[in-house]
């Protein structure tokens, strides 16, 4: 039996084990509830949460999504409970299951990531976090945190202080070239990066001769976006040791497979599964026959195996 498992954190004081690459996409999966019904979540690598915010958010007017020629565009506005009644009524339940869960984190300034990364310090069922630094930063005019190597590196800094949960950091797919990110990140102190959240994108009505989404623009998802993530994984690979998360489009087990190779230590499924909320579990199988029938005995070996000649 091929071993797929993957860790994070390793020498931290907390180090977080998947026991596979395959992970939910944040705010594509809800918080889980609804689907420990129906899926096994235990046989997965791990979940991540809705993105979660100190105080609860409605989100943005309708219309909230749209389907584009391959993929989808999407403005939620991060509608969540909070992170108070997360940790009261979300978190029991996922100590409860063997999965880890990451909660995924944004905040409007940096100060608003170290308030969120110690209220969670320590809470059961909080495996982890995930840090998504693809937001706006409302103090300096809605930059995204991410788009600023001391920015970023300010925000990773400040949550490893609150923090001794292993933590990810995830990329904002609005820059050209990751990698001085990356780096300033893992020297900050992050355990991963996750690459990447959507693409700012939109979409007209031709007949009301408006904007589709409510809030004009949104986030472009799905495997329209795949080959653009697979770059940034495969350039970031070869300038950090940090574990990868891929997400962009993962569908299938070739798709996952092609971002391991690319460099990734694990995937996030997140669009496919509003088509087919099994997605996760039918990615995972096949990237377990596929190892199976090419003799590839642990994921490592086919880690960044595109860019072995480089
Ligand atoms: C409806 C929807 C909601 C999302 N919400 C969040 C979120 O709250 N936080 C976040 O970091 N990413 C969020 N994302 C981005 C996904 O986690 C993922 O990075 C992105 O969609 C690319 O993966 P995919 O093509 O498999 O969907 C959201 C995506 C979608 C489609």
């Known amino acids: 039996?091929?071993?797929l498992s993957v860790s994070i954190g390793r020498g931290a004081k907390q180090e977080l084990r998947l026991q596979n690459p395959v992970m939910t996409a944040s705010g594509t999966f809800s918080n889980g509830l609804e689907f420990a019904r129906r899926?096994?979540?235990d046989a997965l690598g791990a979940l991540v949460s809705k993105g979660t915010t100190l105080r609860p958010r409605k989100g943005n007017p309708t219309q909230r999504t749209v389907e584009t020629a391959a993929g989808m565009i999407n403005s939620i506005g991060f509608q969540n409970i909070g992170v108070g009644a997360l940790i009261r009524e979300v978190a029991p339940t996922w100590a409860r299951w063997g999965v880890p869960v990451l909660v995924n984190i944004m905040g409007d300034t940096v100060e608003e990531f170290g308030q969120l990364a110690e209220r969670?310090?320590?809470?059961?069922?909080?495996?982890?976090l995930e840090v998504n630094i693809s937001c706006p930063n409302v103090e300096v005019g809605g930059m995204e945190f991410g788009q600023d190597p001391a920015t970023a590196a300010r925000v990773v800094r400040l949550v490893r202080r609150c923090t001794g949960l292993p933590f990810t950091v995830k990329m904002t797919p609005s820059l050209s070239d990751m990698r001085p990110i990356a780096q300033a990140v893992q020297d900050a102190g992050a355990d991963a990066i996750t690459i990447?959240?959507?693409i700012p994108a939109m979409a007209i009505d031709i007949e009301r001769r408006r904007p589709v989404i409510g809030n004009v623009f949104g986030g472009l998802s799905g495997p329209a976006i795949k080959p653009v993530a697979m770059r940034h994984v495969?350039?970031?690979?070869?300038?950090?040791?940090?574990p990868i998360f891929a997400a962009g489009g993962v569908t299938t087990a070739t798709d996952a497979l092609e971002f391991i190779m690319a460099g990734a230590s694990a995937v996030q499924v997140g669009t496919a599964t509003f088509r087919?909320?099994?997605?996760?579990?039918?990615?995972?199988?096949?990237?377990?026959?596929?190892?199976?029938?090419?003799?590839?005995?642990?994921?490592g070996e086919i880690v960044g195996a595109a860019r072995r000649m480089d």
């Open 1 to 3: 039996m091929v071993d």
């Open 39 to 41: 899926f096994d979540l």
């Open 120 to 128: 969670l310090d320590g809470v059961p069922g909080v495996a982890g």
């Open 196 to 198: 990447m959240n959507t």
């Open 234 to 242: 495969y350039l970031v690979s070869a300038v950090t040791d940090l």
């Open 276 to 299: 087919d909320p099994a997605t996760p579990w039918t990615v995972l199988e096949g990237m377990r026959a596929w190892c199976d029938e090419h003799g590839v005995k642990s994921l």
